[in-house]
T-cell receptor
Framework: AQTVTQSQPEMSVQEAETVTLSCTYD???????LFWYKQPPSRQMILVIR??????QNATENRFSVNFQKAAKSFSLKISDSQLGDTAMYFC???????????FGKGTLLTVNP | KAGVTQTPRYLIKTRGQQVTLSCSPI?????VSWYQQTPGQGLQFLFE???????NKGNFPGRFSGRQFSNSRSEMNVSTLELGDSALYLC?????????????FGPGTRLTVT
């Protein structure tokens, strides 16, 4: 069974600074997908970024980028130029290539301070 | 395009009752997944439907069931409610075309069992 571990329950960062959220996973599959989701307080969960395991190039979406280390089974999220609106719970999620479910980490609560 | 919609948004039920939650996926999305979110257990997969067939089921008792209709809309039912069923129930839809595995979440239904 796959497991996803987020070792930082809470983090805080000053506005305009850069922060990195950690995620490690365990799987025996070779084909899989990794995602970061953001859930603002009392608001809807939204997809931040995705990474296919077969792609060596790290995914980037505007201020959000990942550091995907396949051999180490590590998938960290870097947020540059943090904004107040980035305050949210961030979930790392794994999806096997032959499976249809997402396995989530416990989440990291990120607070961006003015 | 309209996003994933879930009804009702809030629900209060009494122990022993049953409840039905509804989910309408994004237009064109054929896969619908359900998740339970609680502070203690985090996000847990309930089941996934595609073309009116359940393809995956999580580790939940038989009191939790679901179905999908020909228009891809999905419902989940919980019978004989227990206090521990109080949670945010999230529905997610996936296009599943051209390798698109991203799941898009609805706002959730907040179920409180008293």
């Amino acid at each position: 069974a796959q497991t996803v571990t987020q070792s930082q329950p809470e983090m805080s960062v000053q506005e305009a600074e850069t922060v990195t959220l950690s995620c490690t996973y365990d799987t025996s599959e070779s084909n899989y997908y990794l995602f970061w989701y953001k859930q603002p307080p009392s608001r809807q969960m939204i997809l931040v970024i995705r990474q296919e395991a077969y792609k060596q190039q790290n995914a980037t979406e505007n201020r959000f980028s990942v550091n995907f280390q396949k051999a180490a089974k590590s998938f960290s999220l870097k947020i540059s130029d943090s904004q107040l609106g980035d305050t949210a719970m961030y979930f790392c999620a794994f999806k096997g290539g032959s499976n249809y479910k997402l396995t989530f980490g416990k989440g990291t609560l990120l607070t961006v301070n003015p | 395009k309209a996003g994933v919609t879930q009804t009702p948004r809030y629900l209060i039920k009494t122990r022993g009752q049953q409840v039905t939650l509804s989910c309408s996926p994004i237009s064109g999305h054929r896969s619908v997944s359900w998740y339970q979110q609680t502070p203690g257990q985090g996000l847990q997969f309930l089941f996934e439907y595609f073309s009116e067939t359940q393809r995956n089921k999580g580790n939940f008792p038989g009191r939790f069931s679901g179905r999908q209709f020909s228009n891809s809309r999905s419902e989940m039912n919980v019978s004989t409610l227990e206090l521990g069923d109080s949670a945010l129930y999230l529905c997610a839809s996936t296009l599943l075309d051209r390798g698109n595995h991203e799941q898009y979440f609805g706002p959730g239904t907040r179920l409180t069992v008293t």
